[in-house]
């Protein structure tokens, strides 16, 4: 299915940000950006001394506020063990989070997942373009479409990654929806039809 979500950039205050959800990373051993503690009166502080949260991967911590509606703090584990590998990973888990609370946008603190970084910028887009995949083509009854919509990066990322993220994990999901249509539909004909539709775009031809 044609990838449907949108991406943006906000580069204002966390005091005058409003989100549905907030998503922020944790190392292991380290905390959260004080400035986001503050908004959230101390909370997360709090929470992990209650919870005894050090940052394991996984491992997360949901909050409540105001003009943050919902805050999510994912714990990314140690710094040795963070690769894109685990960054596309993490991203897909946000995705589907978002989708099991019915959330149409998110806001990501991209300084705490290291978005500044090429490499991340772009496993973090893969892992929430995949994440959100479904082929509901054939699907009539209980067809659910996902509800993320819109994904908005909260601080500086590195834009030149975040768009090979999205070439590369639009093209594998174009990918899987050829594989999940029946033989009757995927003829040799219907990829002959699609392949003309691909040689439309920039430096493509098909003879």
């Not at 140690?78 to 998110?106: E, H, P």
């Not at 959100?132 to 601080?155: C, H, I, R, W």
């Amino acid at each position: 299915m044609k990838n449907k979500v949108s991406f943006k950039e906000f580069n204002g205050s966390l005091d005058s940000l409003k989100s549905k959800l907030f998503i922020s990373g944790v190392m292991k051993g380290k905390s959260v950006d004080p400035s986001l503690d503050k908004v959230l009166d101390n909370k997360i502080s709090r929470a992990f001394d209650l919870e005894s949260y050090n940052g394991d991967y996984k491992k997360k911590i949901f909050l409540y506020g105001q003009n943050l509606n919902r805050v999510l703090v994912f714990g990314l584990g140690k710094q040795s063990n963070y690769s894109t590998d685990r960054v596309r990973s993490i991203g897909a888990m946000i995705a589907q989070n978002a989708n099991k609370l019915n959330v149409d946008r998110i806001s990501v603190d991209a300084k705490s997942f290291k978005l500044n970084n090429s490499k991340y910028s772009q496993a973090f887009t893969e892992g929430i373009i995949l994440g959100n995949y479904q082929f509901l083509e054939y699907k009539t009854m209980d067809a659910k479409p996902n509800s993320l919509k819109t994904v908005e990066y909260v601080g500086n990322y590195e834009e030149n990654g975040h768009k090979v993220g999205l070439a590369v994990a639009s093209s594998v999901n174009y990918s899987r929806d050829l594989g999940n249509h029946p033989a009757n539909i995927l003829t040799p004909t219907y990829l002959a039809n699609e392949a003309k539709k691909l040689s439309k775009t920039k430096n493509m031809k098909s003879k």
